[in-house]
């Protein structure tokens, strides 16, 4: 794999060449600079992403150091089932949420339980889905209205409306401009933004749904064997012993 020194190099002496060949020493060595630091501070993100997963891993099963240990974890799971601790603990744990919307997605999870009469397992899967869900939706609806913001701040600021620029700015000599930026607001909003959105409401009704659906009672069984008389609608059709055709046309000669 290049080091982030050969491929801040390669970058610098392409983009300091012009077309005849020269180079400009000053804008190689700004090139080089400023993308030797973006490689840097990139694979440093990675690296601290990466250490932090393995922390969380090895941390968890360190304090699994006997068979006692272990199925005091899994009462402990089972309890946080049950209250709904381990679903808030998967959507970002207690010291990430507003204390609020932990309060909120608690009482609508025992609210559900409550008006589902949920008791199986499956029934708390789907109910923790669909809190989840709503979870979700309400996030997305956040970042709609922080965009929105920024959209009014474009058309109405007292600055006037701003350009957005080539993904890399690679030097102050090399500046590609693409457009301007409320209109890149407005394509993220609605490419990207609203179709989660709406993916997570209807996940969260799907889940709904099927709550109903098992709550509601199994459809009848009906299986007919042979029947001397058979009522649909208005039309009333007799068989008795195969000569129901016959009797039906002396009657329609009478």
Not at 49 to 70: H, P, S, Y
Request: some cysteine.
């Amino acid at each position: 794999m290049p080091t982030a020194e050969v491929e801040a190099w390669e970058i610098a002496c392409t983009e300091a060449t012009d077309a005849d060949g020269m180079v400009d020493e000053d804008r190689r060595f700004a090139v080089y600079k400023a993308e030797y630091e973006r490689r840097i501070a990139e694979r440093r993100a990675k690296l601290t992403r990466d250490t932090r997963a393995v922390f969380r891993a090895m941390d968890g099963w360190a304090r699994v150091e006997n068979a006692d240990a272990w199925q005091e974890m899994v009462k402990k799971a089972a309890d946080d089932l049950e209250t709904g601790g381990f679903l808030i603990q998967q959507l970002g744990s207690q010291r990430y949420l507003d204390p609020e919307l932990m309060a909120a997605l608690l009482v609508l999870r025992r609210r559900l339980i409550d008006e589902y009469g949920a008791e199986s397992a499956a029934d708390l899967m789907l109910i923790d889905v669909a809190v989840m869900s709503y979870y979700h939706t309400l996030r997305l609806n956040g970042w709609v209205g922080n965009l929105q913001g920024q959209i009014e701040s474009e058309f109405f600021g007292t600055e006037g409306l701003s350009v957005a620029v080539d993904g890399r700015k690679r030097s102050t000599w090399d500046v590609r401009i693409k457009g301007l930026r409320v209109v890149e607001i407005i394509d993220r909003l609605e490419e990207q933004i609203l179709p989660l959105l709406d993916r997570s409401n209807r996940m969260m009704i799907r889940n709904l749904r099927t709550l109903e659906a098992r709550r509601l009672p199994p459809a009848p069984s009906v299986s007919i064997g042979q029947a001397g008389q058979v009522n649909v609608a208005a039309v009333q059709s007799n068989q008795v012993d195969g000569h129901g055709d016959e009797k039906r046309g002396a009657r329609d000669d009478a």
